[in-house]
C-alpha cells in the first residue's frame, strides 16, 4: 500500500491539475507542439495509472538478502518495473550498511527525498506535471549519504504497459561530497507515459545521470526532469530518444551555489511520423557557476524535431560560464528541424553565449563512401552513427543505443 506522504502527495498533484488547463500553442514552450486530438482528458478521467490503483502490486519487491549481493558485474544496484510492478530491486549490503538506499518510491522514504517531491508540486507550472504528481503510479528512490561514492552505476528498468497511461518517477539525493551514476531505460509501451525525474546534489556531490527513451512507436512521452546543484557540486546527464509518436520533455537544472557546474547532453531521431520536442534550462542562481548544453539530432521522412534551449542568469549570478549548443541533421526532404536557443542574462559580468547549426550529410563524404564499395544506405547510415557516436560513445548504454539508430535508419 502507498505510504501517507504519497497519497498526500497525489491529492494535492490531483487537486492541482484541476485547477490547470491544458498546455496550448500559445504558450511559448508548447508553440510547436499541440496536444489536440491526443484524447488526454479521457486518460485523465479514468485515473490515469494512479490514485491508488497500482497500490497493489502484481509482483513483490526483490531485496537482496545480506550477505548475499549477487548483482551482475558492473552494477551497484539496480531496480526493475514491468507494468508498474516492481520485479527486481537489489543493493549490495556493503551499501546498505552504508546508509545507501534503493527502494521504491510507494514507501516510507528520507525526509530530504519527500522534501524533494513536495518542491516538484511547487514547481508544476502546467497540467502535464501536476497530473504526473497526482497519479504517481510508480518510481524509485535512490538516497547517498555523505561521503558515499558509489563505483559502479545503479540501473533503473522501465518496461511500461501496451496500452493506457503511466506515471512513473525518479528521485535522486545526494549527500555532501556522494558520488553515484544513474542509468535509466524506458521501453515497451504504446499508449502515454507521463513521467519526472527530480534530484538534489548536495554541496561537493557529483551525478551522472543517463536515460534512454525506446518506447513504441505509437506511444505518447512527456518527461518533467528538474535537478538542483549545490554548491561546487557537478551534474553531468545524457538523454537519447528513439521511440514514441510524439516526445516533449522539460529538463531544468537550476545551479544554486557557487562553483556548481552542470553538463546536459541529448541525442534524438526522429522519423515519419515522429514529433520531438525537447526544451533544456541552465539556470544560474549562484556567482562562478559553469554549464553546458550539447543537443544533437537528426530526422528523415516526415518527422519533426525541435529543441529549445534557454540560458538564464538571476542578478546575483556573477561570473556565470554558460554555453548552449544544439545540431541537428536533415537526413531527406520532408523532415523538419527547428532550433531556438536563448539567453536572458540580468547580470553585466557573465561569459554567455550560444550556437545552432542544421544541415545536410555532406555529399563528399558520401561520394568517399561510395568508392571504398558502400552502398548509398550503407554510407548514410554510416556517417549517421557517427554523428551520435560522439554523444552516445560515451554512455553505458552506447551498444544498445547505437543500435536502435542503426535499426531506425535501416527500416527506412
Not at 552502398?375 to 548514410?380: D, I, L
Not at 554510416?382 to 536502435?404: K, S
Amino acid at each position: 500500500m502507498a505510504s501517507p506522504w504519497l497519497k498526500e502527495l497525489r491529492a494535492r498533484g490531483a487537486q492541482l491539475a484541476g485547477r490547470l488547463a491544458w498546455p496550448t500553442t500559445q504558450e511559448e514552450e508548447w508553440r510547436r507542439t499541440s496536444l489536440t486530438g491526443l484524447k488526454l482528458e479521457a486518460l485523465a478521467a479514468a485515473g490515469g495509472g494512479g490514485n491508488g490503483k497500482n497500490d497493489a502490486r502484481a509482483a513483490p519487491s526483490l531485496q537482496l538478502p545480506a550477505g548475499q549481493p549477487k548483482l551482475p558485474a558492473g552494477q551497484t544496484g539496480a531496480v526493475s518495473f514491468r507494468g508498474g510492478a516492481c520485479t527486481g530491486l537489489g543493493l549490495a549490503a556493503e551499501w546498505r550498511a552504508k546508509g545507501v538506499i534503493l527502494a521504491e518510491l510507494d514507501g516510507e522514504v528520507p525526509a530530504a527525498v519527500a522534501a524533494l517531491m513536495d518542491s516538484a508540486l511547487q514547481r508544476a507550472d502546467n497540467r502535464i506535471a501536476a497530473w504526473h504528481l497526482g497519479s504517481l503510479s510508480h518510481g524509485a528512490l535512490l538516497y547517498v549519504p555523505a561521503g558515499v561514492e558509489l563505483p559502479d552505476p545503479v540501473f533503473v528498468d522501465l518496461e511500461e504497459p501496451a496500452a493506457g497511461a503511466s506515471f512513473p518517477h525518479l528521485a535522486v539525493v545526494l549527500g555532501r561530497e556522494a558520488r553515484a551514476v544513474v542509468v535509466q531505460r524506458v521501453a515497451g509501451g504504446g499508449g502515454l507515459v507521463n513521467a519526472g525525474l527530480d534530484a538534489r546534489l548536495d554541496d561537493g556531490a557529483a551525478l551522472e545521470l543517463y536515460l534512454l527513451q525506446d518506447l513504441g512507436l505509437s506511444s505518447l512521452f512527456f518527461n518533467q526532469a528538474f535537478a538542483a546543484v549545490g554548491r561546487d557540486a557537478s551534474f553531468r546527464s545524457l538523454e537519447a530518444h528513439l521511440g514514441c509518436r510524439l516526445v516533449k520533455t522539460r529538463l531544468d537544472c537550476s545551479l544554486e551555489g557557487p562553483g556548481a557546474e552542470s553538463y546536459l547532453n541529448g541525442a534524438y531521431l526522429a522519423g515519419a511520423g515522429q514529433h520531438m520536442d525537447l526544451r533544456t534550462v541552465q539556470r544560474h542562481l549562484s556567482p562562478k557557476a559553469t554549464s553546458r548544453a550539447l543537443y544533437k539530432g537528426a530526422v528523415r521522412d516526415s518527422g519533426r524535431t525541435i529543441y529549445q534551449g534557454l540560458i538564464e542568469v538571476s542578478p546575483g549570478a556573477a561570473g556565470t560560464d554558460a554555453y548552449l549548443s544544439n545540431k541537428n541533421l536533415i537526413l531527406n526532404d520532408g523532415a523538419r528541424a527547428d532550433s531556438i536557443p536563448s539567453l536572458r542574462i540580468d547580470n553585466n559580468d557573465v561569459r554567455c553565449s550560444h550556437g545552432s547549426t542544421t544541415g545536410r550529410i555532406n555529399p563528399e563524404e558520401l561520394f568517399y563512401l561510395a568508392s571504398r564499395g558502400l552502398s548509398p544506405a550503407e554510407a548514410r547510415n554510416m556517417l549517421v552513427l557517427g554523428y551520435f557516436e560522439e554523444l552516445l560513445g560515451r554512455a553505458p548504454f552506447a551498444a544498445e543505443a547505437l543500435a536502435g539508430v542503426s535499426g531506425r535508419l535501416s527500416a527506412g
